[in-house]
């Protein structure tokens, strides 16, 4: 039995130990982590150490990183702005996608292969890979910037082109039916992908968050996160049923819930996921990589690796330039979509199956796409040093940010009837507020008023992080569990500590916490109501508003010395005080 267990764990050991060796060091030398993961898959692989055998079976596994990245892109773009980058997504990409095709096919057939095992050797390569650019970018925040918007859109295309080039490989197959029915297939096929996207669209706006909030009156978090799952799962694989890429379905679903009150609490329950697979996915590909292939070939395999990353660098670069990218822009797109991707991978194993070509070549190809990504982390890092030497000298424009979309952001955790009140004085002067809350039906009142309340919990740093926790300016905790906001002030405090805290306390006891916590401003919820209804009062009762406004000021004066006493310990003096009347009018 205990041969058993350690047969069954000695693979996914191998796996993690791999990838905690060497990723802190490559990071440590400033290599990044994507080429850590490289160079760990390719010492444990069947082409090195031999410690795992599979990589088939690794990167089978893994695809769901890359699925998940994509899920998690999609939750971050709201379907107007996908629509703001239709120019980038179908002018820039398509071009980047039909010149490097033709252009690398155009190697390949000098190099003196046939047409059709050039067009689709060149088609490959054409594609990069969403994995490791949106790592890289991610990695080094620049996904945010001008140039890695326009980067992913670039990548968005290649991924919707997955489809048509397949359907491609169809046409070219020597093992094709060809049957007369062609075009009604072709016709079906399409039919089949406007439902499914249908389906998936009509789910995303009508279905999900009823559910989602249904899951949330539970109070179980693990099955949030289940849901999250089953979502990009179900959307996914319906895709691939169709034959669309898997990651664009989960994309897609995204998208759909990029508006949903629960985006925050789903980012922050699948990101962990996305980011260990996705470092087996890297670990994966450096598996594939055959040593023995790349030596008895090495010269073709680096040379037409060299060519595809020369190549496509160079029509990415012109191609942006031209859609209005800066110099530097330009340069850090090219040098950051340069490489072969995964989709390659699916498009030569159906070149395989059609007869298009052998498993040779297809073996040789997949050492070509697999090589470009092993360089595409060293080809970045010597572009920041071009690009800062370029800036430096005036060749290439420093960027500048325009804080076009910068206003104070604040944060509001807990929307009922406190926290309502103080985002619509918060809003009324124009500021940009996220509002959070853990009570479904109080998210649901305020969509019926219009107003956006997120799902998720204040004590999780996560969701709080995943709300612009990290660059807000201040957070508001309206929430009414005093025990709830005490973790969060502590969590806040070591995680966000550049916002300022402000806190609705309960009573005096909960004040006195919040102050000793070393909180900014806190305030009872009772407070400014009693002394509005005892000021109001006063003034029926016929006393004059300069005596009102006297007596108002007294007691808020006993009220903070009050407070501060208890701060100290004085409970006795603070008795005292609370003992001791308003002073009464001197007639001074």
Not at 432 to 459: C, P, Q, W
Not at 505 to 529: K, M, N, P, W, Y
Request: glycine fraction near 10%; aromatic fraction near 6%; charge should be neutral.
């Amino acid at each position: 039995m205990a041969s058993e267990t350690v047969v069954t764990f000695a693979e996914p050991l191998a796996l993690l130990a791999a990838a905690v060796i060497a990723v802190p060091l490559f990071k440590r030398f400033g290599l990044g982590s994507v080429l850590g993961y490289l160079c760990a898959g390719l010492a444990i692989g069947p082409y090195g150490l031999g410690v795992v055998d599979d990589a088939d079976r690794v990167l089978h596994v893994a695809e769901l990183g890359v699925i998940l990245l994509l899920f998690l892109i999609g939750l971050e773009l709201k379907p107007s702005r996908l629509w703001s980058m239709r120019r980038d997504i179908f002018g820039l990409g398509s071009l980047q996608v039909v010149l490097s095709m033709a252009a690398l096919a155009g190697i390949f057939a000098l190099v003196g292969y046939d047409m059709r095992v050039a067009t689709i050797a060149g088609a490959g390569l054409a594609l990069s890979s969403t994995a490791f650019a949106m790592q890289i970018l991610q990695e080094r925040g620049h996904a945010a910037l001008p140039f890695g918007r326009r980067a992913f859109s670039i990548l968005l295309l290649q991924d919707m082109a997955i489809v048509p080039l397949l359907t491609l490989v169809s046409l070219l197959s020597t093992r094709s039916s060809g049957g007369s029915g062609g075009l009604l297939g072709a016709l079906g096929e399409v039919a089949a992908i406007a439902g499914a996207v249908g389906v998936v669209v009509f789910t995303g706006r009508f279905l999900l968050n009823p559910a989602f909030r249904m899951l949330a009156g539970a109070n179980a978090r693990e099955i949030m996160t289940a849901a999250g799952l089953l979502v990009v799962l179900g959307a996914a694989t319906l895709m691939q049923v169709v034959g669309i890429s898997m990651a664009m379905g989960a994309f897609l679903a995204g998208v759909l819930l990029s508006e949903s009150n629960f985006r925050l609490t789903l980012e922050a329950d699948l990101d962990p996921f996305r980011g260990l697979l996705l470092g087996l996915f890297f670990i994966g590909v450096g598996m594939t990589l055959n040593l023995a292939l790349l030596l008895d070939a090495w010269l073709l395999v680096l040379g037409l690796a060299l060519a595809t990353l020369v190549v496509k660098g160079v029509i990415l670069y012109v191609l942006s330039r031209l859609f209005g990218s800066s110099n530097a822009d330009a340069l850090l797109i090219s040098a950051t979509l340069p490489q072969g991707g995964e989709f390659a991978f699916v498009l030569y194993s159906a070149a395989v199956a059609g007869g298009i070509f052998n498993a040779n070549l297809a073996s040789l190809l997949a050492a070509v796409v697999v090589l470009t990504m092993i360089l595409t982390p060293v080809i970045t890092m010597a572009f920041d040093r071009v690009v800062t030497a370029l800036r430096e000298r005036g060749y290439a424009e420093e960027f500048v940010e325009t804080f076009e979309d910068a206003r104070a952001r604040v944060v509001v955790i807990g929307f009922g009837r406190f926290g309502r009140m103080a985002a619509q004085m918060l809003e009324a002067e124009g500021i940009e507020i996220t509002a959070l809350d853990n009570s479904a039906a109080r998210i649901r009142e305020a969509a019926k008023i219009g107003v956006k309340v997120y799902y998720g919990d204040a004590t999780r740093a996560d969701v709080l992080r995943a709300a612009g926790c990290g660059e807000a300016r201040l957070i508001a905790l309206c929430m009414e569990s005093p025990k709830v906001m005490h973790k969060a002030v502590e969590m806040i405090q070591a995680e966000f500590p550049q916002a300022r805290v402000y806190c609705r306390a309960r009573d005096r006891l909960h004040a006195v916490e919040l102050i000793r916590a070393g909180v900014d401003f806190q305030i009872r919820e009772t407070v400014e109501s009693g002394l509005v209804f005892g000021r109001q009062a006063l003034l029926d009762l016929g006393t004059p508003p300069e005596r009102v406004r006297e007596i108002e000021a007294d007691v808020r004066k006993r009220d903070l010395e009050r407070l501060d006493l208890e701060v100290k310990g004085d409970m006795t003096g603070s008795l005292e005080l609370l003992a001791a009347r308003p002073n009464k009018t001197t007639g001074t």
